[in-house]
């Protein structure tokens, strides 16, 4: 009798775990495939800084059916001086600027997931440069590699929204322009 009743609830139960759609909330960690783009301009050219290498970032993601579902938490820390332009003298402008000695980072939180539809996840965000926050909209495109997902975008800003003065050069001769394109190719990896 009781192994009927067993049999008689289990089947069903375990049918029941088969039709639900499986997902699963997990801690994801910022992967080595990342790349972190400040495009602007100047008084006699265009330039470009990339970080390749150095930034750290976590999320807390819900994966449903093989597509991106949720987004709970996600943060990334890019430190100002993994920026390169190939040009030391260039670089070593921008780290003032940034006042990098005393701000070493570049951060964007999260605050909130608006939307995701299709592979567009449209989300605001904290993002803070030489210790001035603003909150940011930001859409991104997402893709599933493996168990990896990768997000990639752009975003304008300005280095007046931050209380950064534009850096120059040549005492003064060369100006950096004030609008900034941030791009970013960020692959983030289920933690252990």
């Given at each position: 009798?009781k ?11 375990v049918?029941l775990m088969?039709w ?7 801690g ?5 495939a ?5 495009v602007?301009?100047s ?7 990339i ?21 709970t938490?996600?943060?990334l820390n890019?430190?100002?001086k993994?920026l390169?332009?190939g040009k030391?003298?260039m ?7 940034l006042?990098?000695?005393?701000h ?9 997931c608006i939307?995701?539809?299709?592979n567009?996840?449209?989300t605001k965000?904290r ?5 001035t ?21 752009t ?6 929204d931050?209380k ?6 040549v005492f003064?001769t060369i ?7 941030l ?8 933690k252990?």
């Amino acid at each position: 009798m009781k192994r009927l009743l067993f049999t008689k609830f289990l089947i069903p139960a375990v049918m029941l775990m088969m039709w639900i759609p499986s997902f699963a909330q997990q801690g994801y960690s910022l992967s080595s495939a990342q790349q972190f783009t400040v495009v602007g301009t100047s008084t006699i050219h265009d330039w470009e800084m990339i970080a390749k290498a150095g930034s750290t970032g976590a999320a807390q993601l819900t994966i449903e059916n093989g597509r991106l579902s949720k987004i709970t938490s996600l943060t990334l820390n890019i430190p100002v001086k993994s920026l390169k332009s190939g040009k030391g003298s260039m670089d070593n402008n921008a780290y003032e600027a940034l006042i990098e000695k005393k701000h070493p980072s570049i951060k964007f939180e999260m605050t909130e997931c608006i939307a995701i539809t299709g592979n567009v996840v449209k989300t605001k965000g904290r993002l803070t440069i030489a210790g001035t926050s603003q909150i940011i909209p930001l859409e991104v495109t997402y893709s599933m590699i493996g168990n990896a997902i990768k997000f990639t975008g752009t975003h304008g800003i300005k280095f007046s929204d931050f209380k950064v003065e534009a850096p120059t050069a040549v005492f003064g001769t060369i100006k950096t322009g004030n609008e900034l394109t941030l791009a970013f190719e960020a692959s983030f990896s289920p933690k252990n």
